[in-house]
């Protein structure tokens, strides 16, 4: 498919093939609502690159390829904003993840990378910023550190977090924790935590 121009530029309808047959339909105006391009890699990798090309596990449907974008650039249209997208976290277990099921809790902790780095600000965040700050973390990972204190303010929160005994570990201490995280007791011990800490672990 293709867009039809006449000599002024302006757009008068769309060349379309069937089955059996090409024929021009033409339309005193055009709207273009073919969805996203998340099953185009090419245009994935071009415009939001490779983190999240690579990095994220691609939701939507793979026949959203772009076409329309593609036939607007083709007949002189900008493309902009194409590098903003809408991104989730996850959990290990590919579930809804931190930022949406534990959204009172998240803003009590602290968002570390494998590194034990903190990379956002988890007071004033919200999932779509999170989300996308993960995608350039190494590994596309982080876990979200909480105590006794996060988890006690919102129990039913914390109790309705799918598969939670096998996504949030719990440790008495930095050294446990790092342990069932894969981290560095070393660049934990930066941390200052009080009571019993929590963690879950995630990607996008």
């Not at 089955?19 to 005193?28: H, T, W, Y």
């Not at 660049?187 to 009571?195: A, D, R």
Request: hydrophobic letters at 40%.
């Amino acid at each position: 498919m293709s867009l039809l121009v006449n000599e002024l530029g302006a757009i008068t309808g769309v060349k379309a093939k069937t089955a059996s047959e090409a024929m021009d339909l033409k339309a005193g105006a055009v709207i273009l609502a073919t969805g996203g391009f998340e099953g185009n890699q090419e245009m994935m990798v071009k415009y939001v690159g490779p983190d999240i090309t690579y990095g994220t596990i691609i939701t939507g449907c793979p026949t959203n390829t772009g076409d329309g974008h593609v036939m607007a650039r083709e007949v002189g249209a900008q493309l902009v904003n194409l590098n903003v997208c809408h991104i989730r976290t996850t959990d290990k277990f590919w579930g809804i993840g931190l930022a949406r099921h534990l959204p009172h809790i998240y803003p009590m902790g602290i968002l570390v990378n494998l590194d034990c780095n903190r990379f956002v600000d988890e007071g004033i965040a919200d999932s779509d910023t999170i989300a996308n700050a993960i995608v350039f973390q190494p590994g596309h990972t982080a876990a979200l550190i909480f105590d006794e204190k996060a988890r006690l303010s919102y129990p039913k929160e914390y109790e309705s977090y799918p598969r939670g005994r096998d996504v949030i570990k719990v440790a008495q201490t930095l050294q446990e924790l790092a342990e069932k995280l894969g981290l560095s007791p070393g660049h934990l011990n930066c941390l200052s935590m009080n009571s019993t800490l929590r963690s879950t672990k995630g990607k996008p």
